[in-house]
């Protein structure tokens, strides 16, 4: 990937609160036009990323750039071409959605008025934000007043948006016309945001990073991510003598462990083998050895990105 395809890099980003790494050696990759799902438990270390990206902190060790300037040294550059949602936006109450939008971009567009006022239309219907555009900000709904503060930071039409739990406190359907929204932006611009929920990265992301204690647990585009959890688990469908198909396969040194739930007159089999190599070439032949076994069906199996969260968080944690 060339730089001028990655919009977030970062090597050794690290911070240190009172001698404690809460952010400990990032190295982030956030290709352009990605939606980077930034994934992680309560205190994994979101927010601290996101202001370091920002400039909004400094980092304690380690160096980055976004869309090409430097995290410390072009802070007020990068907050001028970045639009960024914090987890809790706070507005003017009094104001509407559609003075609240003007007057952001009043700070970023010069020239004739026309022109700014056709940006926030633009903006408002985007949001889907029309049949309220014209009511003061404290009479709208929690997701409501989520799109409009997306719509503020994207207001200047920033080739990066960050977004801290743009949907994290919003009922489904409301969660549902943010991602619908993210999705919008995938053309024109890049989208960084920060969940703990899984479903919303499986729905809209492309790339995904786990962030677990402050560490990266796992990086990368979502299929890789959801394959690296998957790829060494078999399912076995099975009719005929199931204990002697187990301990076959048990006799084979790429297998792992072998868990046998009967159905009837079948049995499925959940096979974890430490050589995938070995298992694609090898399984369904130690199975067909036995005449008087039949395989129904054969198959890896495909974890959602849950399983693969949870074993990574879980894994990382430490016993108290
Ligand atoms: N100013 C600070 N001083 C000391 N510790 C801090 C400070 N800011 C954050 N922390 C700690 O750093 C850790 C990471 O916090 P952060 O807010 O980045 O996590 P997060 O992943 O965004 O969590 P959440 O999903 O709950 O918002 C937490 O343990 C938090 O208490």
Same mark, same amino acid.
């Given at each position: /990937? ?9 090597? @050794?980003? #690290?911070? +240190?609160?009172? *001698?404690? =790494?809460? %952010? $400990? ?24 990323? /996101? ?9 304690? @060790?380690? #160096?980055? +750039?976004?869309? *090409?300037? =430097?995290? %410390? $040294? ?247």
């Amino acid at each position: /990937m060339s730089t001028d395809d990655v919009v977030v890099a970062t090597r @050794g980003l #690290t911070k +240190t609160y009172d *001698g404690v =790494d809460v %952010v $400990r050696q990032l190295d982030l990759r956030v290709p352009r036009h990605s939606i980077f799902g930034f994934l992680g438990p309560n205190g994994a270390g979101k927010t601290t990323t /996101m202001k370091m990206l920002l400039g909004l902190i400094r980092p304690t @060790g380690g #160096t980055g +750039t976004i869309v *090409g300037l =430097d995290i %410390v $040294r072009d802070s007020p550059d990068i907050r001028a071409r970045i639009g960024y949602l914090p987890q809790e936006p706070r507005f003017y109450e009094h104001m509407t959605s559609r003075e609240t939008l003007r007057f952001a971009a009043g700070f970023f567009f010069a020239g004739p008025r026309e022109g700014i006022d056709a940006r926030v239309a633009h903006m408002i219907d985007l949001v889907g934000l029309s049949r309220v555009a014209d009511r003061p900000v404290k009479s709208l709904s929690g997701g409501e007043r989520q799109r409009l503060g997306i719509a503020q930071a994207q207001i200047h039409a920033p080739e990066l948006l960050i977004l801290d739990e743009p949907a994290a406190a919003l009922d489904p359907l409301g969660r549902r016309d943010v991602l619908a929204i993210l999705e919008r932006f995938r053309e024109t611009s890049t989208v960084v945001y920060s969940t703990h929920i899984l479903d919303d990265v499986q729905r809209v992301s492309d790339t995904v990073c786990i962030l677990n204690q402050g560490e990266i647990a796992a990086q990368g585009p979502i299929g890789d991510v959801l394959a690296s959890g998957s790829g060494l688990v078999y399912s076995v469908e099975v009719e005929g003598d199931v204990a002697r198909a187990r301990d076959a396969l048990l006799g084979q040194p790429w297998v792992d462990e072998v868990q046998t739930s009967i159905r009837g007159t079948a049995a499925r089999l959940r096979v974890t083998v430490s050589d995938a190599d070995a298992a694609e070439s090898q399984l369904q032949r130690v199975l067909l050895a036995d005449d008087a076994l039949v395989v129904r069906e054969f198959g890896r199996l495909t974890t959602d990105l849950e399983g693969i969260f949870i074993d990574l968080v879980e894994g990382g944690r430490d016993d108290d």
